[in-house]
């Protein structure tokens, strides 16, 4: 796993689920299997613990962002503002 200050401080809070859920009612987490930034897979730490739908993208996928190849979702863009 990669050392980053700026992840760990990104990732180091306390999630609080009814906030969460009452904040939202419709979420997607998109995540890899393989992120270098992440001890636990996403699903495990995020999707299964808030009840929230999981997209994962295919193996090897690594962090997502746009040095592992990733431009941007054009798709995802257009659920996320029609939402």
């Known amino acids: 796993m990669k050392s980053n200050k700026n992840a760990y401080s990104f990732a180091n809070f306390v999630l609080d ?3 969460f859920h009452t904040s939202t009612n419709k979420s997607l987490l998109i995540a890899s299997t393989n ?3 992440c001890t636990e897979t996403a699903k495990k730490a995020f999707s299964d613990i808030l009840k929230i739908n999981y997209l994962e993208l295919a193996p090897s ?3 997502i962002n746009i040095d592992s ?3 941007r ?3 995802i863009l ?3 503002l029609d939402s």
Do not use: C, M, Q, R
């Open 61 to 63: 996928s690594g962090h």
């Open 73 to 75: 979702w054009n798709d």
């Open 17 to 19: 689920k009814e906030l």
């Open 35 to 37: 992120d270098e930034y």
């Open 78 to 80: 257009k659920i996320a």
């Open 69 to 71: 190849g990733f431009g």
